[in-house]
């Protein structure tokens, strides 16, 4: 499904980062595995550190701690947003949406559109797509886009499929209506009949969890994680990356009429370097055109990933011009998206930490 | 399709395999060296294994039959 959008820009991005960071050294040790392995999967998938929330700290902590560090700064005014959209899949409750816990914490206005999107790895993507489809009506001036998720909490330290590269993180993107009229073109996918290659599969109204879903159970190559943790299989998704992924962004760039090589960068969503680098040489495109070192330095957030990967690797050409950027998400749904823009010059384009 | 063997040599670090090489016999084989046989599989042959048709083919040479098999239109 194609859809197209003018008048609308980014104005900025922040991520928000736990000041808690584990490195691969340390993942290793509750690994039941031998050595030399372990130190070949940091290798080919590009492991080394990542931050995670400690105790219980929510999604909507990491989020109020940003936008208070941007109304301070003076750079995003309270009153000037008129919907909140926050994309999770690890909400702070089912009920009610996080987007209304971050708005009653910060005391934002009622004249206000408040929602919660299911949504991971495209998360960024499906979030602009929905903040831009917000910013054609004539009420919505100025949306605050969160992607946030803290699924390290639902990840077994046992599990070296999925341990090594979670990540938490919140990101708040402004999005905004300008006289700008450059066009912006996304498409996205879903293929729900395999729902369950990326799922937790305890916990909600399905499978509720008990004493017995919290139970590790050996689950084969020495990994151990329970029916309460998040499961992937790896296999699966690196093909249906590899099939859907190149084919929907010339699809993309097709739509709109944009020669390969006009795109500076490439932010994709990062799995972990081992899938973006083989996706880059399959799109033949270099792999400094697509940054992949975000796994490494801070570990895969979900829908984080791909304002963190702008804010990690971009902030001072952001800053200071304008890139037309390539994004893409892909996961689980399974959903696939993807959407080229100019972004820049941003009010703001920065991490801080919680 | 000798250089099948000679690129499957590398990912498993063995000197050598051959058709008849269990591939689970080796001591290198586990999920990273298993994804890492499906990337070079769509790498070099644009064909895509999945876990499952992968966990079908015992030796080395049953892959290849799997993947000459896939890449007939």
Redesign the interface.
């Known amino acids: 499904m194609n859809f197209g959008f003018a008048g609308k820009r980014i104005a900025g991005v922040l991520t928000v980062l736990p000041a808690n960071e584990r490195n691969f050294t340390d993942d290793m040790k509750n690994f039941d595995f031998p050595e030399d ?1 372990s130190l ?2 940091k290798k ?2 590009g492991y080394d550190r990542h931050r995670l929330v400690t105790g219980e700290t929510c999604v909507s902590d990491l989020a109020v701690h940003g936008f208070r560090h941007l109304f301070d700064r003076g750079v995003v005014k309270p009153d000037e947003l008129d919907a909140l959209v926050v994309v999770t899949q690890s909400p702070d409750y089912f009920m009610p949406a996080t987007s209304n816990v971050i708005q009653g914490r910060l005391n934002l206005k009622h004249d206000m559109l408040c929602l919660d999107i299911a949504q991971g790895c495209a998360g960024f993507v499906v979030g602009l797509i929905q903040a831009f489809m917000m910013l054609e009506q004539a009420s919505i001036h100025k949306v605050a886009l969160v992607n946030a998720d803290v699924l390290s909490r639902k990840v077994s330290p046992r599990d070296k ?1 999925s341990f090594p590269l979670i990540g938490d993180a919140a990101c708040i993107t402004i999005v905004e209506k300008t006289d700008d009229r450059h066009p912006i073109h996304a498409n996205l996918k879903m293929d729900g009949t395999h729902h369950d290659v990326l799922i937790i599969p305890a916990g909600g109204f399905r499978m509720p969890s008990t004493p017995e879903t919290a139970v590790l159970e050996d689950v084969g ?1 020495n990994n151990y994680r329970a029916k309460d943790n998040l499961t992937m ?4 998704v ?2 249906f990356v ?2 859907e992924v190149p084919p929907m962004i010339e699809s993309l760039l097709q739509q709109a009429a944009l020669p390969i090589e006009q795109v500076d960068y490439f932010m994709f969503h990062q799995p972990n370097k ?1 899938m973006l680098h ?1 996706l880059a ?2 799109m033949r495109v270099s792999r400094d055109r697509l940054p992949s070192n975000i796994v490494e330095n801070f570990g895969n957030a979900s829908g984080a990933t791909i304002p963190t990967n702008i804010t990690f690797n971009l902030a001072q050409p952001l800053l200071n011009g304008t890139l037309t950027l390539c994004m893409a998400g892909f996961g689980v749904g399974l959903t696939w998206a993807s959407l080229v823009m100019r972004v820049g010059q941003l009010a703001f384009c920065e991490i801080i930490d919680y | 399709m000798d250089r099948f063997y000679v690129r499957l040599a590398e990912i498993l670090e063995e000197d050598k395999v051959g058709p008849d090489d269990v591939l689970a016999s080796f001591e ?1 084989w ?3 060296t ?3 046989v ?2 070079m599989i ?2 070099d042959y644009a064909v ?4 499952e048709e ?1 966990a079908t083919a015992r030796t080395a040479g049953a892959l290849e039959a799997l993947v000459a098999a896939k890449r007939k239109p």
């Open positions: 392995k070949k999967l080919v998938m499929n190559d299989n790896g296999t699966a690196f093909n590899q099939v081992f083989k040489d399959r | 290198q586990d999920s990273l298993a994804l890492s499906v990337a769509d790498e895509n294994i999945s876990a992968l």
